[in-house]
């Protein structure tokens, strides 16, 4: 059986960004209850030198919508930076959801082998897109959202490793 470009890119995506919806519901739901503030989860981070749950979540996408448009050539939505409370950050993965449900399995058959060119630490590399998908972006797009969850768990929101991997 032959793994798919569509079914390690957008499907994943999909899966994991539509966990993290469920999460942030339930984030805003134990917020509510709690009386915390719209943008304090946002602004919530696990370490003073880390980023917070905002960027995390902005991350995610990024990498998601970014892989998708460098395999396939085309042009990647721009987002502003902007999300500050919990619902402010499920609109931006609902958008990403959206984004990656324009891509059928047919726009990324045979691009495994694509040669895509990006900036790593200042240097331009080429690499097949599916060495770019699981030594790039894998990587970094799971440990946003693990971030992400993790941020939240530790903040006292009552989720799982079920809600994590849905």
């Known amino acids: 059986m032959t ?11 999909t899966r994991m960004l539509t966990n993290l919806v469920s999460i942030l519901e339930k984030a805003e739901a134990n917020a509510a209850e709690r009386k915390i503030g719209p943008e304090v989860l946002g602004a919530s981070r696990l370490a003073p030198d880390m980023l917070p749950l905002s960027f995390q979540i902005q991350s995610a996408t990024d990498r998601a919508k970014l892989a998708l448009a460098r395999i396939t050539g085309r042009d990647a939505p721009k ?7 919990l619902e402010d950050l499920r609109g931006r993965l609902k958008k990403a959801l959206d984004y990656i449900a324009t891509y059928s399995e047919a726009d990324l058959a045979g691009l495994e082998d694509k040669q895509v060119a990006l900036k790593i630490g200042g240097q331009d590399v080429e690499m097949t897109a599916q060495d770019y998908i699981l030594q790039n972006v ?3 797009f799971y440990f946003h959202v693990a971030t992400a969850y993790a941020i939240l768990r530790h903040n006292g929101v009552p989720v799982g490793k079920r809600d994590f991997v849905g």
């Not at 793994?3 to 995506?13: C, D």
């Open 3 to 13: 793994i798919t470009l569509h079914a390690i890119t957008a499907a994943s995506f």
């Open 79 to 85: 987002w502003a930076d902007e999300e500050k409370t």
């Open 138 to 140: 894998h990587p970094n």
